[in-house]
């Protein structure tokens, strides 16, 4: 029983016949041209005009996306969030007293994470180095007639940034003369001055 048969034509130009006696024949139909126009091309076709690309907005985020991106944008923001705020000095304000030396304890008021600082004197480095714990730790200061500026420098920012402690002056009866808390980026200072009387 003889069956039609259709190819798709090679483009290399090569043709080839079919053997007699085979049953096989060749349609009546021409095949289509390779050269005729593509549904595709509509410049070639008269009457047709090409559609905008729609512009699809979902509302859904890039499944690829790279998941540290929303982390990152947060981190490298500089100007009008809590990061800026971090990255200056911060005044601590002054205190009077008649006192002759005064106790300066601090501590970590956040998760201990391993922050460390330096405190200055009036500019002169009065203990290099110092690890932030929950517990309070401090030092006497001796007051000299005048100001007395005290700085907290921020050596780091720990495991979770940033440096974050609390500080107490007491005077010499015991007595709180001054309170407050400091958030600083790395090299950035919180200042206290003790004005002696």
Known sequence: MPFALAAQPDFGGKSFSLPSGSGLSVPSSPLPSTNSAS???????????????????????????????????????????????????????DVKTKAGSVRVVYRDYEYPDGDMIKVLVNDVVFLPRIMLDSDKQGFELTLTPGFNKIDFEALNQGSSGPNTAQFEIYDDKGGLISSNQWN???????TVIVIKE
């Open 184 to 190: 600083l980026a790395t090299g950035f200072k919180a």
């Open 39 to 93: 549904i595709f091309d509509v410049d070639k076709k008269p009457g047709i005009i090409a559609a905008p690309e729609p512009n699809i907005n979902f509302g859904k985020a890039n499944p690829f996306a790279n998941p540290n991106e929303q982390y990152l944008e947060k981190l490298n923001k500089k100007e009008g969030d809590a990061y800026t705020v971090i990255r200056k000095n911060q005044y601590m304000g």
